[in-house]
C-alpha cells in the first residue's frame, strides 16, 4: 500500500525557516517524480514544487521561488521541503504527492500545518 | 499563472448527474491534453480522479468521467451518491514546468 506521511509543520515567525518531511512506502521511490502542494486554510490546491526521480530536474511556483528548496534522500525514501524567508501567506497544509500518472498526482499523504504568525 | 475557473458550487439529488467546467487558457487547459481532477472530503487529502483528461485511475468508479473543449475541461458524475458530496478541484500542466489547479467547487447531494 502506498502511504506518504508528512511532518515538520508548525508555528513559525514571519521571516523564520521550516523543513518538512515526506516519508515514503510501498512504492519505489526511487522511480518516481514527487511534488509538493499547498492549501490556505479554506482556500484551493496550489502546487509548490516538484523533483524528479533522482533529484536533476527541480521547478518551482514564483511564490515560493529563491525562499523554497526542494530535495529527495532516495536511500530513505524521503522528500523534504525547506523554506526559509516565510511569510504569513505561506501559511497552510501542505501535502506531497507522488507523480504517478503524466502530469498528475496519484497519492497524497494527509499533509501538515505550517502557520506563520507572529 | 491565474487559477483555473471553476463554479463555486453544484448539486443534484441521487441518482442524477452534475457536470463541473473548468475553465482555463490556451496556455494550458486548451493547450496540453494533462487536466486532471481532484476529489476532497474535509478534513482529508485529495484523491486523484481522472487524469490525462479522460482516463480513470484503478478503483474509480465508471461513474466519473472527463471530457475537454477548447480552454474547458468538464468532469461529470452520474448517478450521484451521497459519498459523491465532496470539493472537486481540477488542475492542468501549464507549460514552463508549472501546474495550476482550479478555484474548486462544492458539490452537494440534495
Known amino acids: 500500500e502506498v502511504q506518504l506521511v508528512e511532518s515538520g509543520g508548525g508555528l513559525v515567525q514571519p521571516g523564520g525557516s521550516l523543513r518538512l518531511s515526506c516519508a515514503a512506502s510501498?512504492?519505489?521511490?526511487?522511480?518516481?517524480?514527487m511534488f509538493w502542494v499547498r492549501q490556505a486554510p479554506g482556500k484551493g490546491l496550489v502546487w509548490v514544487s516538484e523533483?524528479?526521480?533522482?533529484?536533476?530536474?527541480?521547478n518551482y511556483a514564483d511564490s515560493v521561488k529563491g525562499r523554497f528548496t526542494i530535495s529527495r534522500d532516495n536511500a530513505k525514501s524521503t522528500l523534504f521541503l525547506q523554506m526559509n524567508s516565510l511569510r504569513v501567506e505561506d501559511t497552510a497544509v501542505y501535502y506531497c504527492?507522488?507523480?504517478?500518472?503524466?502530469?498528475?498526482?496519484?497519492?497524497w499523504g494527509r499533509g501538515t500545518l505550517v502557520t506563520v504568525s507572529s | 499563472q491565474s487559477a483555473l475557473t471553476q463554479p463555486p458550487s453544484a448539486s443534484g439529488s441521487p441518482g442524477q448527474s452534475v457536470t463541473i467546467s473548468c475553465t482555463g487558457t490556451s496556455s494550458d487547459v486548451g493547450g496540453y491534453n494533462y487536466v486532471s481532477w481532484y476529489q476532497q472530503h474535509p478534513g482529508k487529502a485529495p484523491k486523484l480522479m481522472i487524469y490525462e483528461v479522460t482516463k480513470r485511475p484503478s478503483g474509480v468508479p465508471d461513474r466519473f468521467s472527463g471530457s475537454k473543449s477548447g480552454n474547458t475541461a468538464s468532469l461529470t458524475v452520474s448517478g450521484l451518491q451521497a459519498e459523491d458530496e465532496a470539493d472537486y478541484y481540477c488542475?492542468?500542466?501549464?507549460?514552463?514546468?508549472?501546474?495550476?489547479f482550479g478555484t474548486g467547487t462544492k458539490v452537494t447531494v440534495l
Open positions: 488542475s492542468s500542466y501549464g507549460g514552463s514546468n508549472n501546474y495550476v
Open positions: 504527492a507522488r507523480g504517478g500518472q503524466p502530469a498528475a498526482f496519484d497519492y
Open positions: 510501498g512504492f519505489t521511490f526511487r522511480s518516481y517524480w
Open positions: 523533483i524528479n526521480s533522482d533529484g536533476s530536474s527541480i
